[in-house]
């Protein structure tokens, strides 16, 4: 992933928006995993270790190569809006 190194322009606001704009898709990303979670019965210490799984496996890192590559896609699209409007 090469989020931030693909960005327009050289400057502080840029970085600012890129950074913001990631934290939010990371949350967004994060909420409506964890809801789906929960909606299959997961709660409390259940959804904590789910959490913890998800980003910290022992195993292959596929589910969270894949939650990382939504939070990007999301992001990339945030950044490009948040462009144009400028």
């Known amino acids: 992933m090469k989020f931030f190194s693909a960005l327009p322009g050289n400057n502080d606001i840029t970085a600012h928006t890129a ?15 964890l809801q789906e979670a929960r909606n299959k019965g997961l709660n409390g ?5 789910y959490w913890h799984r998800l980003m910290e496996p ?4 596929d589910r969270r190569e894949k939650f990382f590559t ?6 990339d699209s945030l950044v490009s809006c948040s462009f144009s409007f400028g």
Do not use: N, S
């Open 58 to 61: 022992t195993g292959p890192r």
């Open 70 to 75: 939504k939070v990007v896609e999301q992001a």
């Open 45 to 49: 210490p259940h959804l904590l270790g």
């Open 19 to 33: 950074i913001a704009c990631f934290l939010a898709a990371a949350h967004q990303t994060m909420l409506e995993t």
